[in-house]
């Protein structure tokens, strides 16, 4: 499907997302969001896709919501934008919930809704020039698409509330040091990296990435023993698996796997 705010391809079974509004800063306005929400709902029906990579045009991964249609969104009404706010979170749960990994590379101003997208992302990797926060308080906002919610559970309330609270913009190296990303990089290594870093998924066992994302995040939101259950559940899965029987029989035989997610 063709986009007018996002490009598409595919390299075998990775997908690399791009933002495509760089005049902007690659910040969303309505036809993008939509336009988001179709592909994501495609990928995620996408069997043959093992791997997404998700980045910006420009010099910017994403701004977040353009400011010059903020004030149609104040004028929506509560319920329409409660609707609207929903189908915005719905993307990024969807990105979340996804049964691949997903890249974000950061190759410039991840603010607001960006930054959120990128939090929605299984690995955050960034280019030395990037710049990350939330900047709604200074417009009488708070992040409020998982800004606030996943935040807290990946750098801790303390860190959280300096980044929420104050508005400020940190450098890739600050986000790195509090966890907010995993690993900084000059610019022109951050997409070969993440492509490099797609492909080593890829190769893997695609149900095993699939139950490790489902059950890592269930982990993150319940108790040590529920954890373990949902460790056991995933795990009586896989052992019936023909890639699980593969893997074992490569081993053995020193050779690399040749998985089928089946």
């Given at each position: 499907m063709a986009?007018?705010f996002?490009?598409?391809?595919?390299?075998g079974?990775i997908?690399?997302?791009t933002l495509?509004?760089?005049?902007?800063?690659n910040?969303?306005?309505?036809?993008?969001?939509d336009?988001?929400?179709?592909?994501v709902?495609?990928?995620?029906?996408d069997?043959?896709?093992?791997?997404?990579?998700?980045?910006?045009?420009?010099?910017?991964?994403?701004?977040?919501?353009?400011?010059r249609?903020?004030?149609?969104?104040?004028?929506?009404?509560?319920?329409s934008?409660?609707?609207?706010?929903?189908?915005?979170?719905n993307?990024?749960?969807?990105?979340?919930a996804?049964?691949?990994?997903?890249?974000?590379?950061?190759?410039?101003?991840?603010?607001g809704?960006?930054?959120?997208?990128a939090?929605?992302?299984?690995?955050?990797?960034?280019?030395?020039?990037a710049?990350?926060?939330?900047p709604?308080?200074?417009?009488?906002?708070?992040?409020?698409?998982?800004?606030?919610?996943?935040?807290?559970?990946?750098v801790?309330?303390?860190?959280?509330k300096?980044?929420?609270?104050t508005?400020?913009?940190?450098?890739?190296?600050q986000?790195?040091?509090?966890?907010l990303?995993?690993?900084?990089l000059p610019?022109?290594?951050?997409m070969?990296?993440?492509?490099?870093?797609?492909?080593?998924?890829?190769?893997?066992?695609p149900?095993?990435?699939?139950l490790?994302?489902?059950?890592l995040?269930?982990c993150?939101?319940v108790?040590?023993?529920t954890?373990?259950?949902?460790?056991?559940l995933?795990?009586?899965?896989?052992?019936?698996?023909?890639?699980?029987?593969e893997g074992?029989?490569?081993f053995?035989?020193?050779?690399r796997?040749?998985f089928?997610?089946?």
């Amino acid at each position: 499907m063709a986009h007018e705010f996002l490009k598409l391809h595919a390299e075998g079974a990775i997908a690399v997302l791009t933002l495509n509004r760089p005049d902007t800063l690659n910040s969303w306005n309505q036809k993008m969001r939509d336009e988001m929400r179709d592909a994501v709902r495609d990928l995620t029906a996408d069997d043959r896709l093992r791997v997404l990579v998700i980045t910006g045009e420009g010099r910017a991964f994403s701004a977040g919501e353009d400011v010059r249609g903020m004030q149609d969104l104040a004028d929506a009404g509560t319920r329409s934008f409660r609707r609207i706010a929903r189908n915005i979170h719905n993307v990024f749960d969807d990105l979340e919930a996804i049964e691949i990994p997903v890249i974000a590379a950061i190759n410039g101003v991840a603010a607001g809704g960006g930054l959120e997208l990128a939090l929605s992302c299984d690995f955050r990797l960034a280019s030395e020039g990037a710049k990350l926060g939330f900047p709604e308080t200074n417009v009488g906002l708070i992040p409020g698409s998982g800004g606030c919610s996943r935040l807290v559970k990946l750098v801790g309330i303390a860190k959280a509330k300096r980044l929420v609270m104050t508005g400020e913009m940190v450098t890739a190296h600050q986000a790195f040091a509090m966890g907010l990303v995993e690993e900084v990089l000059p610019a022109a290594e951050l997409m070969p990296h993440a492509m490099h870093l797609a492909r080593q998924l890829a190769a893997k066992a695609p149900l095993a990435l699939g139950l490790a994302k489902i059950v890592l995040n269930g982990c993150a939101n319940v108790d040590p023993d529920t954890g373990r259950n949902l460790e056991r559940l995933g795990q009586s899965i896989l052992k019936k698996t023909d890639d699980h029987l593969e893997g074992a029989k490569a081993f053995v035989e020193k050779r690399r796997p040749e998985f089928k997610g089946r």
